[in-house]
Structure formats: C-alpha cells, structure tokens
C-alpha cells in the first residue's frame, strides 16, 4: 500500500500521464476540488496542479482598441474574463491591455465601472452635433 498522501497520490499520477488530466477526488473532479466549477469555467482541472494554479476562469472576451497604437503583432486590445481561486468566495473580473498584468475588479467594483462607462459614452453620444446656446449643461456623477 502507498503511504504518500493524497496530494502526492494526485501529482504523482498528473506527472506520470504527462497531460495532468488525473482526477482522484469525488464526482470526477480533482482530489482538491470539494465543489463542482462554476458553471462559467473553462479550466480543465487536475490532481496534479499545483496551489496557485487551482482557479476557475471562463475564455477571454477582447475588445479591439482602434485608437491605440498599433502593437508588433496587431492592434492593441483589452482583454477580460472572469478568474477565481478555487478557495474564494466569489470571482474577479481580469482585465489587461494586450500581455500587460492588468487589474482585477471585484463584482462591484465591475458593475460600477460599467456604470461609469455606460454613462460617459451616453453622454458623448447624447452631445454630438454642433454646439448649440440651447442645449442644456450636462454634468457627471460623482464615482463615489
């Protein structure tokens, strides 16, 4: 019988397939992993991954920034997705330019920064056209 524990069990088995597919742990899931994925994650997870590799994200959404610089390999982006630990509570938005670290948000930090983008393109939107002495003044909310 092997002494090593169950972790050692898992990585043992992950490195011997070369693929880290191996999953020891109850429902198919990985030794670690005491609940099912969120249903938004993409990650295939393992016996053998290691701790800080144990997190749940969904596939990248990018938008296109056409007013950027021009990268070596094409236009430069803004990449998000949705990333979290298998031990916290609640996920992160990730959200980079082309290979930088980027930030996350958390879940109000997201909406709120939606808000505010929501309403400042409304307001560009709303004030194209030429300038007029009958068009009201607009103001801004506070981010508070």
Not at 24 to 32: D, N, S, V, Y
Not at 58 to 72: A, H, M, N, P, Y
Request: aromatic share 8%.
């Amino acid at each position: 019988m092997d002494s090593d524990d169950r972790f050692t069990q898992g990585f043992k088995a992950g490195a011997a397939l070369h693929v880290g597919r191996f999953r020891t742990g109850t429902g198919g899931r990985p030794f670690w992993q005491e609940a099912p994925c969120p249903q938004w994650c993409a990650e295939q997870h393992s016996d053998g991954q290691m701790y800080d590799d144990r997190s749940h994200f969904t596939d990248e959404e990018s938008v296109t920034l056409s007013t950027e610089r021009f990268t070596g390999s094409g236009p430069s982006e803004l990449r998000l997705s949705l990333w979290q630990h298998y031990r916290e509570q609640e996920p992160r938005l990730s959200l980079h330019k082309d290979d930088s670290h980027g930030v996350y948000l958390t879940l109000p930090e997201a909406i709120r920064l939606s808000e505010a983008l929501a309403q400042l393109a409304t307001v560009a939107i709303e004030s194209a056209g030429p300038p007029t002495s009958e068009r009201p003044e607009r103001t801004l909310r506070s981010a508070a």
